[in-house]
């Protein structure tokens, strides 16, 4: 039986980051206007573990926001310190931190390897320099390459997050920012369509017309090429899109931008939809189809609010389009059938992903 997997959460808000990139505002985001301290972590550690099943279980600590590794020392080590009692007894598996790639070093490396942390995220928004320099960033393309190295020859577990939709940004860069990327082989990512969040400079952009950010439509699809590309070279995406919280959401500090709560599943959905039109392509002409899907996937293939099937409907002048659930289809693949013709495909062979 696989273990489970489970996140303590840390947020350490905006503390210790030398710098203020125009999207973000760490306070808004994280929900924690204040700075963590050791008896906090200590606290929250314990308060969680009490919900967490302990037996074949894999919990992790995260501290999330901020840049971790930008806190002075001394409040580094309290931070880690706190979860150390935790780590050697087991109840803890490993630690996780994010930061700017510009904070990572000898000295900060050798920290994190002392107190058993083990995967490093690294905010890397863009490889374009023109896109750091409007947003802010302070730090090169070079710095991203340099920290993804170092982390990755002390046996880190690395992750990269990208944004997309950034002023001064567009598709042809961010694929650009996530093949360079890949390049460099970090072994996870993450990937975040902009958001305008209230009281940052880039609202003041937006504001003034100066930033226009991405509709939602053009952020499903640029996000579904990021995620291909990163699937095809093997390294596996954990997130699309923020996670929905008491302030981020529409009409909260989200004042503009393809928020939705459920990005991921936009992308997968359109995922399928490409697929299904591909099928439907290869048999043309058909008047009405039937799918069958893995039962787990169903809301995918059909798309929130029947998106795919009133697209595919429209566009194919389908009188019928019939979803079927079947136990005998394996996750990530389809069977249409029409009449006489059957065809199936899953994702791996239509975007020929690597075999795991
Ligand atoms: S480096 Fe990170 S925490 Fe600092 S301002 Fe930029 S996005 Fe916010």
Redesign the pocket.
């Known amino acids: 039986m696989s273990k489970r997997h489970y996140i303590i959460p840390v947020f350490v808000s ?1 503390r210790g ?5 125009i ?4 306070k808004k985001i994280t929900g924690s206007g204040g700075d963590v301290s050791g008896i906090e972590v200590k606290e929250k550690i314990e308060e969680y573990l009490k919900t967490m099943p302990l037996e074949n279980s894999h919990i992790e600590l995260a501290f999330f ?3 971790f590794t ?1 806190i002075p020392i001394e409040q580094q080590k309290e931070l880690l310190e706190a979860a150390q009692p935790y780590l050697k007894q087991g109840f803890i598996k490993n630690i996780r931190v994010s930061t ?1 790639p510009d904070c990572i070093d000898e000295e900060v490396i050798s920290i994190l390897k002392l107190y058993g942390v083990q995967i490093v995220e690294l ?1 890397v ?1 863009s490889l374009d320099e023109e896109v750091l320099r409007i947003s802010n ?2 730090h090169s393309v070079q710095s991203v390459i340099d920290s993804v190295n170092l982390l990755k020859e002390h046996g880190f577990t690395v992750g990269v997050q990208v944004m997309v939709g950034l002023p001064g940004d567009n598709e042809e860069k961010s694929i650009a920012t996530v093949k360079r990327l890949v390049g460099l082989k970090p072994h996870i990512a993450r990937i975040y369509p902009a958001l305008v969040i209230r009281n940052t400079y880039m609202e003041k952009m937006y504001e003034r017309g100066l930033y226009k950010p991405l509709s939602l439509e053009s952020a499903v699809e640029i996000c579904k090429k990021l995620l291909i590309i990163f699937e095809q070279n093997n390294i596996e995406v954990i997130r699309i899109g923020l996670q929905p919280t008491e302030e981020i959401g529409e009409g909260k500090e989200v004042a503009a931008g393809p928020f939705h709560p459920s990005m991921r599943q936009l992308v997968v959905s359109s995922i399928y939809r490409d697929m299904l039109e591909n099928i439907i392509n290869d048999m043309k002409p058909v008047e009405s189809i039937e799918i069958e899907v893995n039962s787990k996937e169903i809301s995918d293939i059909i798309g929130q609010k029947r998106t795919n099937i009133d697209f595919l409907s429209k566009k194919y002048k389908l009188k019928k389009i019939a979803v079927i659930q079947s136990p005998d289809i394996e996750k990530q693949s389809i069977t249409v059938k029409s009449g006489e013709i059957e065809r199936n495909l899953s994702v791996k062979d239509f975007y020929k992903l690597p075999v795991k």
């Not at 980051?17 to 990139?21: E, L, W």
């Not at 999207?23 to 760490?26: A, G, H, S």
């Open positions: 905006h980051c030398p710098h203020d990139c999207f973000c505002n760490q926001g901020g840049s930008a700017r905010g928004q960033r302070g």
